[in-house]
């Protein structure tokens, strides 16, 4: 299938590989990208997702089937994920995809759904997208899906990469099928991850808050400050984290 995808930084260095949440694009790793030194990256936008192609049925197991093949198979990359990424990623890391994951970070994985939350979800699957007069309203529309009103400015490439134009306006570069991606069996992925595993949230984020990630078997992180979008709203305090997954995947 066609993944939309960008590749930059020191070809040399370790591997990243950055997966967004659901909603969202790569381009919502921008100001990480900024940031990074002494990595060669990989930032693909998830099926369904700005310009990469849908998939006839989502599942956390499927995106990371579909992100696998753009990923050098022969040397070990580090993965870090938000959200949606954020499970991906740990999927990767089972080693069942055919790639070698020295390390991976979730950041803002949700990991308490209500059957409302899944019931809505799989009904908001069920709708087409609204076809919108203007690229603005589109775009608050997109940024509100993805969580980012408040967070990117609308005239940002990150928020002109949520749209797409199309027959009588614009609409949202997401297939709404992939809002029934369901909700993610962590102790499943983290039980078959073969590499060492960070979970992470904003220290502010409701949908994710790091006490819930602290009950599960694996090394959780608070961002100080931050929100669900941490990654977004301050890309540095991410830094940190990546070092840490270079070093445990040494």
Avoid at 44 to 53: F, I, K, T
Avoid at 84 to 96: E, I
Avoid at 225 to 244: F, I, K, S, T
Wanted: glycine share 14%.
């Amino acid at each position: 299938m066609t993944i939309a995808v960008r590749t930059g930084g020191d070809p040399a260095a370790p591997s990243l590989l950055l997966l967004h949440g659901l909603g969202a694009t790569g381009r919502v790793w921008d100001g990480l990208l900024d940031a990074l030194d002494g990595w060669r990256w990989l930032v693909p936008d998830l099926p369904g997702h700005g310009g990469s192609a849908p998939l006839l049925r989502y599942s956390i197991g499927g995106l990371a089937a579909a992100v696998a093949p753009e990923v050098d198979g022969d040397r070990p990359v580090v993965v870090l994920g938000h959200s949606l990424g954020g499970a991906v990623g740990l999927a990767l890391a089972s080693g069942w995809f055919g790639v070698r994951v020295s390390a991976v970070c979730g950041v803002g994985i949700k990991v308490r759904w209500s059957d409302a939350a899944l019931a809505k979800a799989a009904q908001v699957a069920t709708r087409p997208n609204r076809v919108y007069d203007t690229r603005d309203d589109a775009i608050a529309r997109a940024l509100k899906v993805a969580g980012l009103t408040g967070v990117v400015p609308a005239d940002s490439p990150t928020a002109d990469a949520g749209v797409v134009t199309t027959e009588g306006g614009w609409t949202l570069a997401m297939d709404p099928p992939a809002f029934a991606v369901g909700a993610p069996d962590m102790a499943g992925l983290l039980g078959a991850a073969r590499a060492p595993v960070i979970l992470a949230a904003g220290e502010h984020d409701t949908m994710a808050p790091p006490e819930y990630l602290r009950e599960l078997p694996a090394d959780a992180a608070a961002l100080p400050g931050l929100g669900h979008n941490a990654h977004v709203e301050d890309p540095a305090a991410l830094l940190p984290l990546l070092d840490r997954m270079r070093d445990a995947g040494r």
